[in-house]
């Protein structure tokens, strides 16, 4: 082989290996705009998972409100019927 041969082969990788370290960057920052497009959906995620937990407990709440209201209802019932006198 001649030396211009030799060079444009060279050439030629150098070219190549430029070419690669390009799309090795590419991959790079597109693993790294996946990576934080992932990590916000795992906090919108988290986020999801307290909303539902607190829609979970409210009919509970509202239950337990009912019952207060009806044990305060029947309370002052009776002390209003101890006070005028009915039994």
């Given at each position: 082989?001649?030396?211009?041969?030799l060079s444009?082969?060279?050439?030629?990788?150098?070219?190549?290996?430029?070419?690669?370290?390009s799309k090795?960057?590419?991959?790079?920052?597109?693993?790294?705009?996946?990576?934080?497009k992932?990590?916000?959906?795992l906090i919108?995620?988290?986020?999801v998972?307290?909303?539902?937990?607190?829609?979970k407990?409210?009919?509970a709440?509202m239950?337990d409100?009912?019952?207060?209201?009806?044990?305060?209802?029947?309370?002052?019932?009776?002390?209003?019927?101890?006070?005028?006198g009915?039994?």
């Amino acid at each position: 082989m001649d030396f211009e041969a030799l060079s444009a082969r060279i050439t030629k990788c150098e070219e190549d290996i430029k070419n690669l370290y390009s799309k090795t960057n590419k991959a790079e920052v597109n693993q790294a705009r996946i990576t934080e497009k992932l990590d916000n959906v795992l906090i919108e995620l988290g986020k999801v998972r307290e909303a539902i937990d607190t829609l979970k407990t409210r009919p509970a709440k509202m239950w337990d409100k009912l019952i207060y209201g009806i044990i305060g209802a029947a309370a002052a019932a009776l002390v209003s019927i101890i006070i005028n006198g009915g039994i």
